[in-house]
């Protein structure tokens, strides 16, 4: 049996246990690899709102990972929501003083809900300093609007949103994968479930196919499946970038971690119905039995 990968989530505390680190150990040890955690925001939330964010002190965020560090071979990083900007700088110092391998960073900005997950302040932080030392970025739709705007390319955005075919919407996202080339962008993995509904939409009534899409090298690869109707996807675009940092922290390929990642959550979403806990936007099930046989 080949080593247990050892993956880090530096994400903020989820009191539903849906998402951030919560979920991000969940997924690790579901999937065989053994999970360490730096919690940077402790949150009081439930499946239906959050109502409660606070930061932990940045002194405390750089204890964490230094005693990590000092004792775990780290296989991969995954950074979810870090909101304070003090945080953000924290992260930052630290990833350039263990120049750490695998590092997904999951730019988490805003619930489900509408509630803002990021200081104003750290939002540009994450983007012009953490993206150095990132792998693979891991944005939602929304999310990849703030990283157009943020460089001024709102025109390739409203190109975006004008695009009345997916031939043309994935021929606009194919200028922007060049964009971000040409600026040094790690990959950029778009999770694909607040895409458009005209993009969604299949050749067959009142059916949907989900999207997600790898930008890397000025190139668009469309990883393609039928779209789940759910009321539990809480804390899926966490499981997602967590199962593909234990994929990359066992040495696969990116193009084979996103792959593996999107089945694990389409399964973690499967095994959920039915199952509803709270009364909101429910979980997944993190832990499938397949996967458990497979890596224990």
Do not use: C, T
């Given at each position: 049996m080949s080593k247990r990968p050892i993956i880090l989530s530096i994400a903020g505390i989820d009191s539903g246990g849906g998402a951030g680190v919560t979920a991000d150990v969940k997924t690790a040890s579901g999937l065989g690899a053994y999970a360490l955690n730096a919690v940077t925001c402790v949150t009081a939330q439930n499946t239906k709102r959050v109502n409660t964010i606070f930061p932990i002190p940045a002194t405390v965020l750089k204890d964490q990972l230094l005693t990590l560090a000092e004792d775990f071979e780290i296989d991969s990083v995954k950074i979810g929501m870090i909101y304070s900007l003090e945080n953000v700088e924290v992260i930052a110092e630290w990833l350039n003083l263990f120049e750490c391998r695998n590092v997904v960073l999951d730019p988490v900005l805003r619930s489900t809900s509408g509630v803002d997950l990021v200081e104003e302040t750290a939002k540009e932080k994450i983007f012009d300093v953490l993206l150095k030392f990132s792998d693979l970025v891991t944005p939602n739709f929304p999310e990849f609007h703030y990283m157009l705007s943020h460089h001024n390319k709102g025109y390739i955005l409203e190109k975006l949103k004008s695009s009345t075919t997916k031939k043309l919407f994935f021929e606009v996202l194919e200028e922007a994968s060049r964009f971000f080339f040409s600026i040094n962008t790690p990959?950029?993995?778009l999770k694909g479930g607040h895409l458009p509904t005209m993009i969604r939409e299949s050749h067959v009534v009142n059916e949907f196919q989900h999207f997600d899409l790898l930008l890397k090298e000025g190139k668009v690869k469309v990883f393609e499946s039928d779209f789940i109707f759910t009321k539990n996807s809480h804390g899926t675009g966490c499981a997602t970038s967590t199962a593909i940092s234990v994929c990359l922290g066992r040495g696969?390929?990116?193009?084979?971690?996103?792959?593996?990642?999107?089945?694990?959550?389409?399964?973690?979403i499967?095994?959920?119905?039915?199952?509803?806990?709270?009364?909101?936007?429910?979980?997944?099930?993190?832990?499938?039995?397949?996967?458990?046989r497979r890596f224990y």
């Open positions: 990959p950029i993995f696969q390929s990116l193009s084979d971690a996103i792959k593996f990642a999107q089945n694990y959550v389409r399964n973690s499967k095994l959920a119905r039915g199952s509803m806990v709270g009364n909101g936007n429910s979980a997944i099930e993190h832990f499938n039995p397949s996967y458990l």
